[in-house]
């Protein structure tokens, strides 16, 4: 079951905005709203940040963002602060109940 | 405040099954889905499969029907066991909890329990 294809890494600076892409297949971030967005700082569990391709968790960040377009979902964090600094994964549906991630995003805050 | 508890051995041998138990406290077992999630050292996640209500399951076919996610309600547990394992099931082992109405979220997550597959 192949994952969702993340780029390795990406950095802005404090104050910036950042796009994070995953990109699917028609068999799931395509065919379904179902993406997910998780953040991970090392050492830590996930942290849901984003759920049904645009929703955000109570308590979290409207600096947090999704959306989708076509195959591909994509994740914004404006005005970065150092605390984002930490993996990302984006998480999609893909129909029979089955759940597939993504290879994961280092954020580096420079 | 819902918490989630992984343990179980932290070393199995080849060939061998590997065996973890999640305690769920501050809140009942029943009525959500519950998944195991796993990530190899320096690696990213991959789902392991589901259970719902002690019954229903489903399975990433990737596992090849190696794994199977049970559930004890009068001990507010779950348990994932994977047979035949190698080196390449070494991971962090995650149990987590999806939310009302979803099976695909999770809200809560266990702190993660590293399994070393080796000899």
């Known amino acids: 079951q192949s994952a969702l294809t993340q780029p390795a890494s990406v950095s802005g600076s404090p104050g910036q905005s950042i796009t994070i892409s995953c990109t699917g297949t028609?068999?799931?971030?395509?065919?379904?709203?179902?993406v997910s967005w998780y953040q991970q700082h090392p050492g830590k569990a996930p942290k849901l940040m984003i759920y049904d391709v645009t929703n955000r968790p109570s308590g979290v960040s409207d600096r947090f963002s999704g959306s989708k377009s076509g195959n591909t979902a994509s994740l914004t964090i404006s005005g970065l602060q150092a605390e984002d600094e930490a993996d990302y994964y984006c998480?999609?549906?893909?129909?029979?109940?089955?759940?597939?991630f993504g290879g994961g995003t280092k954020l580096t805050v420079l | 405040q819902v918490q989630l508890q992984e343990s179980g051995p932290g070393l199995v041998k080849p060939s061998e099954t590997l065996s973890l138990t999640c305690t769920v406290s501050?809140?009942?077992?029943?009525?959500?889905?519950w998944s195991w999630i796993r990530q190899p050292p320096g690696k990213g996640l991959e789902w392991i499969g589901y259970?719902?209500?002690?019954?229903?399951?489903n399975y990433n076919p990737s596992l090849k029907s190696r794994a199977i996610i049970s559930v004890d309600t009068s001990k507010n547990q779950l348990s994932l066991k994977v047979s035949s394992v190698t080196a390449a099931d070494t991971a962090v082992y995650y149990c987590?909890?999806?939310?009302?109405?979803?099976?695909?979220?999770?809200?809560?997550w266990g702190q993660g329990s590293l399994v070393t597959v080796s000899s």
């Open positions: 028609s068999s799931d971030i395509g065919g379904y709203n179902y």
């Open positions: 259970i719902y209500n002690s019954g229903g399951t």
């Open positions: 998480s999609s549906y893909r129909g029979s109940s089955t759940l597939v």
């Open positions: 501050g809140g009942s077992i029943s009525s959500f889905y």
């Open positions: 987590a909890r999806a939310p009302h109405g979803y099976n695909y979220i999770f809200d809560y």
